[in-house]
Every structure is written in structure tokens, then in C-alpha cells.
């Protein structure tokens, strides 16, 4: 499914499993985004989510889940986790904004090198 594939449905966590969630925290334009579009994030670093089927209802394309618990992610699972949020945030919400910002800074020092490039 791409960005602009039309949602087919949604998981919506009611109750005393909502609470297990926090709005995105903000640190650069690109989780900025994320937290103005409603996204969430767990509450506790490390862990996934785990519900059971018999707290889960279906209401159309809509499967609200009633209650949840927190398990520990394995080794690997949290490794990988974190080097995705890590690199996403070095990369997208820091390494766009400085390198563009750099760019802008030094626009005539680049100018110069790009126009003298070729020249002996």
C-alpha cells in the first residue's frame, strides 16, 4: 500500500489499551509531521504490543482493540527498531534541514567551486 492508496481499514485502540500510547514526540520536521497527522508511539521504549483475540471487535473495516499488554521485544527486534529510529532521525529530521541549511550558508563558496571546476 503507497502513501496515496486509499486506507482499506484501520486498527483503533479503545479503552484501558489507548492509554498504552503518546502522541509522537516532536524533534525535527519530519516527527513534527508525523505528530500532526495523530500518529502515536508506545509508551514503553523496548517493548511491542500484544492483545488478545477475544479483546478484539470488528465494526466494519474498523478492528478496535480493548485491551492490550506490553512484552519485551528480543534482541534483534530492538536493534533493528533502533537503528531505524536513529537513522531516520540523523538523516530526515536533522540531515536535511543542516545540509540544506549548509548549502544556503555557503552558496557562494559552492558557486565559486562549481564555476572554477575545469580550470588549470
Known sequence: MGLR??????????????KMFRPHPVQGWFSGF??????????KIGYDIAFDAGNV???????????????RQSAGHFAWSNTRYYSR???IDWGIPVAA?????????IANFIEGFGEE
Open 57 to 71: 471487535y470488528r465494526h466494519g473495516n474498523i478492528l478496535r482493540v480493548s485491551d492490550a499488554s506490553f512484552v
Open 89 to 91: 532521525l540523523a538523516f
Open 5 to 18: 492508496s486509499a486506507p482499506t481499514g484501520r486498527v483503533e485502540f479503545i479503552g484501558e489499551a489507548a
Open 101 to 109: 541549511g549548509s548549502a544556503y550558508y555557503f552558496r557562494q563558496d
Open 34 to 43: 508525523k505528530r500532526l497527522a495523530g500518529q502515536h508511539v508506545s509508551k
